[in-house]
């Protein structure tokens, strides 16, 4: 009796689907997401052999199983620890705004209803920042010891961190530097990370 040529088909797919489980159970957490696109390939494979196998059916099951099964393992990221990393992100844009010295990039940073603690307005700000922005040449910002924690209110962040910040006068050749640990709460708009209130500490000039 001659052999049907979907029987060897299935049983090279048979073959190549239990060397995925192998491979699977060995793989980097790095790798376990592609092997979802692996599983699709071999069930459109045994679709077009178009005849039923048992044990490719039973194999197909299983390796779905060891890919979920793996999947479980990697850790998750909880909400709070994601918009840690954005907030994280956040301030390296804005020690970009500022380095940058553009006083229109820093205040797009900065919420509407901004207040400080010593009493700085909105206004003040502005203008604070840009009277620094033409005194200076050159202008670093350097953040170390960024703590990034929880507020009471869900769309809120407790943010403290050191600051130092060099301004250069080339033609005077004059070197200020400005250090300040600075506390404040950062609230999450829209989407948009913003700062919210500064409760101490100065970021917005160097005296």
Do not use: C
């Amino acid at each position: 009796m001659p052999v049907d040529p979907r029987d060897t088909d299935n049983k090279l797919l048979l073959g190549e689907i239990n060397s995925s489980i192998t491979e699977v159970k060995k793989a980097t957490i790095q790798n376990i997401e592609s092997n979802f696109s692996t599983l699709a390939n071999y069930r459109l494979r045994y679709s077009y052999i178009n005849k039923q196998n048992s044990e490719v059916e039973a194999a197909l099951d299983n390796l779905e199983k060891v890919i979920m099964a793996e999947m479980s393992k990697i850790p998750q990221q909880d909400d709070k620890t994601a918009e840690k990393e954005k907030i994280k992100d956040f301030y390296r844009s804005f020690k970009a705004a500022y380095e940058s010295k553009s006083d229109f990039q820093v205040m797009s940073l900065i919420s509407d209803s901004w207040e400080s603690q010593d009493g700085t307005m909105i206004s003040d700000l502005e203008d604070n920042l840009r009277n620094t922005f033409n005194m200076f040449n050159d202008i670093q910002y350097i953040i170390s010891s960024l703590i990034i924690e929880p507020h009471q209110e869900s769309d809120k962040f407790n943010v403290s961190y050191d600051v130092e910040i060099i301004g250069k006068i080339y033609n005077n050749n004059i070197t200020h530097k400005e250090k300040s640990s600075v506390n404040e709460i950062v609230i999450i708009e829209s989407g948009k990370i913003k700062i919210f209130r500064t409760l101490n500490g100065r970021f917005w000039y160097v005296q």
